[in-house]
């Protein structure tokens, strides 16, 4: 675990997100942080890096989605094609090209927090894990069975994140939607290594 003090202040990167985003958004980005931090904390991750990856993982979440595709495209990210066809997909992505491009944040594990905080994926690191789990359960969160998935997440990262993707991927199934790769490959490894 390397601490970097290449960040800008927590209240900085606030003063950057707010004009970007509704109340109810900027609230939930600043829960994700605070949630974030507990989760590191607890599980040992770098506690910095787990409270700038919350506060920004949602930096492009209301940019309309014409100018995700062209944030996605600057970063020379080719899309699958259940990408393409999933624009609630592309904020993770534009944002982990934004926070590159506009914030010069270079730091990998945080890139691909953000980049990742949606879907999850395999090989996912202890930072992604965290930025995964304080999304799925910030404090204004009230969708069914959150708290079964708070009090996984304080068993085990594991144990949240399994809950909390099987939670997702019934939902998309029950509506017919499209299944993002990335979440059913996190699902299967967690399966395999538990």
Known sequence: MIYTDDFLTLEDYKAIIRP????????????????????AKKYGADVKKAEVAGILHDITKEVDFENQLQIIEHGDIILTDVEKSTNKLWH?????????TKLGINDQEIIDA??????????????????FLADFTSAERN?????????????SL???????????LNKLLERQSLLCEDAIDAYNEILINR
């Open 158 to 168: 594991e144990e949240g994140m399994l809950y909390g993707i099987q939670f997702t």
């Open 114 to 131: 953000i980049r990742y905080h949606t879907t999850g994926r395999a090989n996912m690191s202890l930072l992604e894990k965290v930025i």
């Open 92 to 100: 993770a992505i534009s944002g982990s090209v934004y926070i590159q």
């Open 20 to 39: 970007m985003m509704s109340e109810r958004r900027y609230n939930h980005c600043v829960n994700v942080s605070i949630e974030a931090v507990r989760l």
């Open 143 to 155: 969708y069914p069975d959150v708290e079964v998935i708070r009090q996984k997440a304080d068993i």
